[in-house]
């Protein structure tokens, strides 16, 4: 069973679960999300869409249950302890953004092993049983580099802001951004920090870094960090590189800004966050 859903597909099943095209009764069903993490805007969004959409599903009688459970940290062992107690507490399917490709696999299988549904989404799982909702990070990391391209035509230094360690999403960001260096070998990354998607955390690890670094002219992340990488800029009186932006409002106000300014121009991109209500559907359809 091909266990791979790709957004199109989603954003039409969705659409027709809206209107009626459920075919089973899934009134006594409880679909539990396991959430590794929330803190930036992102994550907040999500869960906020999350929320007003499962409501709705229960108050309609198409669910019994879609409760929320987010770890108090962004560790492994903590969610896969978090996966365990789902199963323990009957639930018929876990929706998960996962911390990790593959350390979540043995929890993972024993969820299947005792039939409940599976569907990852944003940090995807690679145990066979789950289901997966896949975003094409890789291809969204690559874009960065294609779009600095054209601001910065004749290449330069670039630093590079990472996500959360051990996720599929950072890793995947990653790699796609290296692709796009090594199709413009005319820029170089000079630099790697770790941002969490959080500008606080962002402008801290930018800041620490800055002063070892040669000129910069473009700095690729992946959301959450683009106005922390710019605050730290303006405090270490350094050139105002190209910043890509990841849709969050300090990031767009900044730029905003900034155009109003002098005309700065980047590009901005990011993965939807009600795409887990998506997920919250899929869950609800393989269960129908």
Not at 42 to 57: E, F, P
Not at 143 to 156: I, S
Not at 248 to 274: F, H, M, N
Request: proline share 3%; hydrophobic share 45%.
């Amino acid at each position: 069973m091909n266990r791979l859903v790709k957004l199109p597909v989603l954003a039409a099943l969705a659409l027709g679960l809206v209107a009626g095209a459920a075919s089973a009764d899934t009134s006594g069903k409880k679909i539990a999300f396991s959430n590794n993490y929330a803190g930036n805007s992102w994550r907040q969004a999500m869960l906020k869409s999350y929320d007003i959409v499962t409501k709705k599903a229960v108050a309609a009688h198409i669910v019994a249950a879609a409760d929320v459970f987010t770890t108090a940290d962004k560790e492994v062992p903590t969610q896969a302890a978090q996966i365990q107690n789902l199963i323990l507490q009957g639930y018929d399917a876990i929706v998960i953004n996962a911390s990790s490709p593959d350390a979540l696999n043995g929890a993972i299988k024993q969820a299947c092993d005792a039939g409940i549904v599976v569907v990852s989404f944003d940090g995807i799982v690679t145990a066979p049983c789950a289901w997966r909702v896949v975003v094409d990070f890789k291809d969204m990391g690559r874009q960065e580099v294609e779009q600095m391209a054209k601001f910065q035509a004749k290449g330069g230094n670039l630093l590079e802001i990472r996500g959360l360690a051990g996720t599929s999403i950072d890793d995947a960001i990653h790699a796609g951004i290296l692709a796009g260096v090594a199709a413009h070998p005319n820029f170089k990354i000079v630099a790697s920090v770790t941002g969490d998607w959080d500008q606080t955390t962002a402008q801290k690890a930018v800041a620490t870094v800055l002063p070892s670094l040669p000129a910069v002219i473009g700095v690729v992340d992946q959301g959450g960090d683009g106005y922390g990488a710019a605050q730290a800029f303006a405090a270490a009186s350094r050139p105002r590189p190209t910043i890509i932006m990841g849709n969050r409002q300090d990031e767009l106000q900044w730029w905003k800004e900034q155009k109003s300014k002098d005309g700065y121009v980047t590009w901005s991109g990011s993965i939807a966050p009600g795409v887990s209500t998506l997920a919250f559907w899929v869950a609800q359809q393989i269960l129908d």
